[in-house]
């Protein structure tokens, strides 16, 4: 399935009851604001729509570049991390492409269940080193979800839900992308929506990007989206008959959950940086993603 549900996994432990103190190292503030309104709209629509921004693959849909977001002290690097939706998908033009990119790492944010249901990265045409990170244990049924009158309502809730019991699991991946032989490295879940999602964007305000253009990436993915139903009307009939009989909140992304997710956590934890430190990311591994991921400003 397409859809992005999950059930909770057996990582329960209450995260609002952290707190830590900030670090002084990281100043999470510390990038130039553009001088008006009209600035940040022309700005950030012309960084998403670089053209490196998105890699054309045939089988997956929503791969796309975290470089060129301004970020503490510079920019984040170009052709470092990528997210996607569900990689088993491609296909050999695709794997050419991606060795092309130097593609060494994969990091699967997918349940047990999803990965055997519909295979993983083909590591044995692709050699890289693969991580396997459930950030929940199994896809939810439909009618274990409650009723949402909007979407953003339903992203809040299932956000939050993801975040308490998968934090150990994004800690993880954060640990990894932030090691010397990660990069270039993608991570991605089925979509590419939501784990993927909520892990870009904690990688994201870790080095520091604005929460707009946070946002605005996030919101690109429903792009992806209609790719992937494009797709799945040529390819996939069974998918796209799931996918046309599935709630619009399934496909949704909507800018404003990742400012109302940013802001909760700024105000039941202090930051996102403290957040994270929270769920299990060093200091180390903050400065470490940092260097490795932000090119300075000349």
């Known amino acids: 399935m397409f859809v992005s549900y999950y059930r909770r996994s057996s990582f329960a432990s209450t995260l609002s009851a952290v707190h830590l103190p900030p670090l002084p190292s990281i100043d999470v503030n510390a990038q130039p604001a553009p001088s008006s309104a009209d600035e940040i709209s022309s700005e950030l629509s012309s960084v998403l729509a670089d053209d490196r921004r998105l890699v054309a693959l045939d089988g997956v849909h929503n791969f796309r570049d975290l470089g060129g977001y301004p970020a503490c002290g510079g920019t984040t690097r170009w052709g470092m991390v990528y997210r996607a939706d569900g990689l088993q998908r491609l296909t050999a033009d695709d794997l050419i492409a991606l060795r092309e990119r130097g593609l060494s790492m994969v990091i699967d944010l997918r349940t047990d269940g999803e990965i055997n249901e519909r295979g993983r990265y083909p590591i044995e045409q692709h050699a890289v080193a693969y991580h396997h990170l459930p950030v929940l244990d199994r896809t939810w049924q439909a009618e274990d979800v409650p009723e949402f009158g909007t979407d953003h309502d339903f992203l809040m809730w299932a956000y939050r839900d993801m975040l308490r019991v998968g934090g150990d699991k994004l800690a993880s991946a954060l640990g990894i992308i932030a090691t010397a032989d990660a990069t270039p490295l993608v991570f991605h879940c089925a979509a590419g929506k939501d784990r993927t999602g909520l892990l870009a964007t904690l990688l994201l305000s870790i080095l520091g990007v604005p929460d707009n253009y946070i946002a605005a990436d996030y919101a690109k993915t429903e792009e992806g989206m209609v790719r992937m139903r494009a797709w799945a ?57 940092r260097d490795r991921l932000v090119a300075p400003n000349e």
Request: charged share 15%; proline share 7%; glycine share 8%.
């Open 233 to 289: 009307m040529e390819q996939s009939p069974e998918a796209a008959a799931r996918m046309a009989n599935s709630p619009q909140h399934y496909y949704a992304s909507p800018p404003g959950v990742i400012h109302t997710l940013l802001a909760e956590l700024r105000q039941e934890h202090g930051s996102v940086i403290d957040f994270v430190g929270g769920i299990g990311v060093s200091d180390a591994t903050i400065t470490a993603l």
